[in-house]
């Protein structure tokens, strides 16, 4: 484990899943080795580095020693814990970074890691084992550790190592399936089809991990909906994960299929279109006992949530009862969602967030007509 590179202190990337936000973030490797998805701009100008196992031990250690600060001794009062640590100006930027890890992480519990960035497999298995059993001895109490993944990565790694990696603790992927359609895979550069999706996430399962694939909404665009609902209902359908999570498309300017929506040669969808696209896809799966998760703030109805197949006619009856609305009330309620103002379709009934939401349509002038473009510059808040 020795390295030429010099150790710069504890490292965390850019992001983590929504279902991760109360696990500390471990960095194996920096940015994406991929990077060519026309809808993702998140790692965009910046080059993909693993980072030294040695390294990754140290920021392990580095999380150790503040915990073992941050947790009173049993016997002394809580207030002596906080008399133990460091003033904050004897820790330098990244130390600062470390102790604030290690104090979210105890008040989430301290029972999960979250392995960053955006595709950690892809290191040697070895050293991903070390890791991970690094992980382990050092925080006996760890019960989930998870990371992303792609598909092309997992099918290239053999059941064995898969197996080993389980086995040294990681015990959750989540990967982006994004689209089960082959035309829409190919235009957006995703690096995989259809039957590589279908085969990794198999690989995952059969290893004993858990497994969370995200679907996107709208990425077909107009031409390509209903395929993407049905295409990509079939994928899953095969691979049945633990986990089906929604995270609706957005475009922001500073990605490649904006210059496409720019030419015209991708039509991306309003709020109503992408409803129905998104009924048909929960319609169409079939066989499956997933968990269907609406967790990302970008997703029009939050309270799609259950478990297949028993919740399978309520999650699509919540769809169905926006397409029902009158234009009006939908604009109300995809304003009133995408200012934060409500999360469920309920709320529209309830007379303050109601009268909130309708100010918002009132100032900005929102009409059926126009709704869609101004939720999507409301949406580029959150990405
Ligand atoms: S593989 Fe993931 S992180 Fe990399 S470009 Fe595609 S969506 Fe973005």
Request: glycine share 8%.
């Amino acid at each position: 484990m020795q390295t030429a590179e010099p150790y710069g202190g504890f490292e965390q990337g850019p992001i983590r899943p929504p279902s991760e936000s109360g696990s500390l973030l471990i960095r194996v490797t920096r940015n994406c080795p991929w990077n060519r998805c026309t809808f993702c701009g998140l790692y965009k100008g910046e080059g993909f580095s693993q980072r030294p196992v040695a390294h990754v031990f140290r920021d392990i250690d580095t999380v150790r020693r503040f915990v073992d600060l941050l947790v009173p001794v049993p016997g002394t009062a809580a207030d002596d814990a906080v008399g133990r640590l460091p003033a904050p100006g004897c820790l330098d930027q990244n130390e600062q970074m470390a102790l604030s890890a290690a104090r979210n992480w105890l008040l989430a519990g301290g029972r999960s890691v979250f392995l960053q960035d955006s595709n950690s497999l892809i290191i040697k298995p070895d050293h991903l084992v070390a890791i991970l059993r690094h992980l382990k001895a050092t925080f006996p109490r760890i019960q989930r550790i998870t990371s992303y993944a792609r598909s092309q990565t997992i099918a290239r790694i053999s059941d064995r190592d898969l197996a080993r990696m389980a086995a040294a603790g990681l015990n959750r992927i989540h990967i982006g399936l994004e689209s089960g359609c082959d035309r829409i895979l190919t235009r957006i550069k995703k690096g995989a089809d259809r039957e590589t999706h279908v085969l990794a996430g198999c690989k995952v399962k059969q290893a004993g991990m858990e497994l969370s694939e995200y679907y996107m909404p709208g990425l077909g665009g107009r031409e390509l909906s209903r395929e993407h609902a049905l295409e990509s209902a079939e994928a899953l359908n095969r691979i049945n994960p633990d986990f089906i999570r929604l995270r609706t498309l957005a475009v922001p300017d500073t990605i490649e299929l904006a210059g496409d929506v720019a030419s015209g040669a991708f039509e991306k969808m309003g709020d109503r279109a992408v409803s129905e696209e998104l009924l048909l896809f929960l319609q169409s799966l079939a066989g499956i006992t997933s968990r269907v998760k609406s967790d990302h703030i970008l997703n029009l109805f939050a309270e799609v949530d259950g478990i297949l197949p028993d919740d399978q006619g309520r999650m699509a009856a919540v769809v169905e009862r926006f397409l029902a609305m009158d234009p009006e009330e939908q604009v109300l309620y995809q304003i009133g969602r995408r200012t934060g103002i409500f999360t469920r379709l309920a709320d529209c009934r309830d007379p303050g967030l109601r009268r909130r939401a309708q100010g918002f349509v009132e100032q900005w002038m929102v009409t059926p007509e126009n709704v869609d473009r101004i939720c999507d510059t409301l949406m580029q808040r959150f990405i």
